[in-house]
């Protein structure tokens, strides 16, 4: 169905000074001309801001009023509860960071690589509360451009009221749902392996002195395997923190640390997993306008169109291909952040899980679910972003079947903006985020694993021959 320019198109005009010389369509002064058509159709905004709720009050997205509809009511204050959160947060990663940092300088050597499962302890404490600190301060600072951010984004989308809003509702509710339900779950086997009582694993075999030797002979803390919550605190932070502690006995335990890491280690779960959800709804939602786009142009194939007209769809790409960019600079540290950290996990994963074969059957489960599961995840943020940039390339073959009866200026422009644009989002401008993008990373990681199963086979000593000379 061909959308209806007339009026509207006048209407449209009107708002951006279209017989003036004027700006971009985006910028300050399309976002003062908004609050008059702040109720034309459900944005992004409308279908994100409860999971943005979700994020603000467990200290990883510090923005206040984003539950508001009206995104002129959203802002960002140092001394918010939610700020002052993350910040509390923040100082908690960064204590335990520097402590599992200082371990790991410590034990990081030739016998944690060549031990089964000793790269994995050695450092998955460092990275996981490293990558913890990092993701906050940026989210931190992204929620200080959050809100100029989203007024830009909304403006776009009254600009594109006129082709209808995008359904991202039920998109939003499915992504969240299932990537936020299978990483508790993940979470939650972890730590029920980890802390049911009389688990057989020992603690002295998860952790090394400082000369790199296991600390089995030294003696033994009796862990408290009640039932009772304190009991849980007590085996959670001894059987997965045990580098927090500095007594190789752990007697230096105490019931309050051990809450406060519980804490912390479920706030640093939930961003690790946000980090991922937010660059894949960020990526439906662009992805959406564009395909909007899309369905317009390829309901007017063949069709005779006026300059103005053909000026309408030009302007519309701009805008949304200025969008791409200016979200991308916001977001791209993220991006390489997400990526590095799973590609980090995946490979931790898959060597603990060749490793696990001799463990119980129930653990060996366990590492093939959550190594599944990062598999998926990432797989899941790579295609959803690389969407954007197939769904812009799908409008230069519209372009095509322009009649050259109406091939004008506008046209030739259109075309010429279309073939010479790359819309995508990247990482730090080093990569950009397609579907190709995806096999490089399962190269990487194929190549890691090799390097860490080689590092793990047995050297054979050298035999010395004794003879008499």
């Known amino acids: 169905m061909q959308p209806h320019f007339g009026k509207r198109v006048n209407t449209i005009s009107e708002m951006l000074n279209f017989q003036k010389p004027r700006k971009n369509m985006v910028g300050p002064a399309w976002n003062k001309m908004i609050p008059r058509y702040e109720n034309d159709g459900r944005g992004m905004h409308h279908y994100f801001r409860w999971v943005l709720l979700w994020a603000s009050c ?20 140092w001394l918010s509860p939610f700020t002052v959160y993350s910040v509390a947060l923040l100082t908690g990663y960064a204590t335990i960071e520097i402590i599992s940092l200082d371990y790991t300088i410590r034990n990081l050597n030739e016998d944690s690589l060549t031990a089964k499962g000793g790269l994995k302890k050695a450092t998955s404490g460092s990275i996981f509360y490293g990558n913890a600190c990092i993701a906050t301060c940026l989210f931190i600072s992204l929620a200080r451009r959050w809100p100029g951010l989203v007024r830009e984004w909304r403006g776009v989308e009254i600009s594109m009221a006129r082709f209808g809003s995008p359904k991202l509702g039920w998109r939003f509710a499915m992504c969240t749902i299932l990537l936020m339900g299978l990483a508790f779950t993940e979470h939650g086997l972890h730590n029920w392996l980890n802390t049911r009582p009389g688990s057989k694993d020992d603690i002295a075999a998860m952790s090394f002195n400082s000369t790199g030797e296991s600390a089995e002979n030294d003696a033994p803390h009796l862990i408290d395997q009640s039932l009772t919550f304190k009991g849980y605190l007590e085996r959670f932070a001894l059987k997965t923190h045990w580098y927090l502690f500095t007594s190789l006995d752990f007697r230096d335990y105490h019931p309050i640390k051990g809450f406060i890491v519980m804490w912390l280690s479920l706030s640093a779960t939930f961003l690790w997993n946000f980090t991922d959800l937010f660059i894949m709804l960020v990526s439906t939602a662009l992805a959406a306008q564009f395909k909007q786009l899309t369905v317009a142009l ?3 194939r063949g069709k005779m169109l006026s300059m103005v007209e053909w000026r309408e769809y030009r302007e519309t790409y701009t805008s949304l291909t200025h969008l791409v960019k200016t ?5 791209n540290t993220i991006i390489t952040l997400s990526v590095a950290g799973n590609v980090y996990f995946i490979c931790a994963q898959l060597i603990t899980e060749i490793d696990s074969i001799t463990h119980s059957y129930f653990r060996t489960l366990f590492y093939l679910y959550s190594f599944l599961f990062l598999v998926f995840r990432t797989t899941a943020v790579v295609m959803l972003a690389a969407e954007i940039h197939d769904e812009s390339s799908k409008i230069v073959p519209e372009l095509f079947f322009c009649p050259y009866q109406s091939y004008c200026l506008e046209t030739q422009r259109f075309l010429q903006e279309a073939t010479s644009d790359y819309v995508s989002l990247t990482g730090l401008n080093m990569f950009s985020v397609t579907r190709n993008f995806l096999l490089g990373i399962v190269g990487a990681i194929l190549t890691y694993e090799i390097v860490l199963i080689q590092l793990q086979q047995p050297k054979e000593k050298p035999v010395v021959v004794m003879g008499n000379f």
């Open 58 to 77: 467990a200290g990883v997205f510090p923005v206040s009023g984003v539950h508001h509809e009206n995104v002129f009511k959203l802002s960002f204050s």
């Open 298 to 300: 390829r309901g007017i």
């Open 327 to 331: 979200v991308d600079e916001n977001i």
